[in-house]
């Protein structure tokens, strides 16, 4: 059997890191959802980036736009918003059909240059919201500070919201806090929560590509604490995940949400993002077997999804060692690391990586722009 077939007997699904024109036009997305049960799509501006400047496929329609007037920002929103509808088309039947387990979404994100900015997040949200016009696209905001007041209000306003960069177990509960007020207040005004749906992003390579080389750093000095350094290296973003996991169920149980669940609540999925793996020392598949789980999504790049097809080996392992992971995160403060400053630190550099790739996509759609009125 596909593996990626066989995952959904685990009640997890994949969803596609990754969008473009061309895998839009020449079947292979349609494919996907047919043959490997692909059941969504994110993207963010360093996917479209790659998409827009490595291909053709977009230049006609940004020089035949440049040419009526429109600015580089516009013309790239138009862009996006066209590939999200199409893909959100494509999987409209999987987002109709009865046994959904709320998928068939397609995520786009709101400018990153937003993430400090509450009332620009809410109102490009909205504007993203409705030029797509598709009830399956999930609008993506950051988790910053400045973001969670955002996601309430959009949730509130009844919204699909994709909550991107968490990389902290307090500030996921701070997100999933945000949804679930987001939720009381549109029952509170009388608005069914049954259909809005959302997905919490946790990040994990990013974890472990900042904490081995300072835990390996620890490790190199010897003395007590160098074994127990060594004994980290590579576990924390699995800890993490296992305890966010955790935390996911104590979330969505009791009675303040099942008087939400009455209503039709939907909970806010586990979304496992960063999950391509980064360290050629470790498993090419360490973030996608090992956090397989009922209730998750899994955000995978091309490359991995087509190596989960010929090698995954599909089972139920998110709460398998979650002693482990526990002490895990215990031990890292005797080695004197902080966890909730280090994934601070990635969340500013999450936000500035996407500033990064936003900025050379809208440059390099000017530098089209200008070369076509130029050549008139």
């Not at 709320?102 to 400018?111: A, I, K, M, W």
């Not at 992003?201 to 081995?212: K, N, P, T």
């Not at 009791?254 to 008087?259: E, N």
Request: hydrophobic fraction near 40%; aromatic fraction near 6%; include cysteine.
């Amino acid at each position: 059997m596909n593996p990626l077939v066989d995952i959904r007997r685990l009640d997890q699904s994949l969803w596609l890191d990754f969008i473009s024109r061309q895998v839009l036009t020449n079947g292979e997305l349609k494919r996907r959802i047919a043959e490997d049960a692909l059941r969504g799509v994110t993207s963010n501006p360093a996917i479209f980036e790659k998409a827009i400047g490595g291909s053709a496929d977009y230049d006609d329609i940004i020089i035949a736009q440049g040419r009526q007037g429109k600015l580089a920002e516009e013309i790239y929103q138009g862009l996006a918003v066209a590939d999200v509808q199409a893909a959100c088309d494509l999987f409209r039947a999987l987002y109709d059909s009865h046994d959904n387990s709320s998928d068939g979404y397609v995520s786009l994100e709101v400018s990153p240059a937003l993430a400090h900015d509450t009332e620009g997040t809410l109102a490009e949200a909205r504007q993203l919201w409705q030029a797509v016009n598709r009830p399956n696209v999930m609008i993506k905001v950051p988790a910053t500070v400045q973001g969670l007041p955002a996601i309430r209000t959009l949730i509130a306003e009844g919204l699909n919201v994709n909550v991107t960069l968490i990389f902290g177990l307090e500030r996921y509960k701070a997100v999933a806090e945000a949804f679930v007020l987001g939720l009381e207040d549109r029952a509170n005004a009388g608005q069914s929560p049954a259909d809005i749906n959302s997905v919490a992003s946790f990040f994990l390579s990013r974890i472990d590509v900042l904490l081995d080389p300072l835990l390996e750093k620890i490790a190199a000095q010897g003395a007590e604490q160098g074994p127990l350094a060594q004994s980290l290296v590579g576990e924390v973003a699995i800890a993490c995940a296992k305890q966010a996991y955790q935390l996911y169920k104590e979330i969505f149980a009791g009675p303040r949400w099942q008087a939400l669940a009455d209503k039709g609540a939907n909970t806010q999925r586990l979304l496992w993002a960063s999950t391509g793996n980064k360290n050629p020392n470790y498993d090419a598949l360490k973030y996608v077997e090992n956090l397989i789980g009922p209730k998750t999504v899994n955000t995978v790049p091309l490359e991995t999804m087509d190596l989960f097809r010929q090698q995954g080996q599909p089972a139920d392992r998110l709460e398998q060692g979650l002693d482990h992971a526990r002490q895990v995160l215990t031990d890292l403060p005797k080695l004197g690391l902080e966890l909730d400053a280090l994934t601070q630190q990635l969340e500013d550099e999450g936000v500035q990586k996407f500033n990064e790739p936003f900025g050379k996509m809208l440059a390099l759609v000017e530098k089209k722009r200008q070369q076509a009125l130029a050549s008139d």
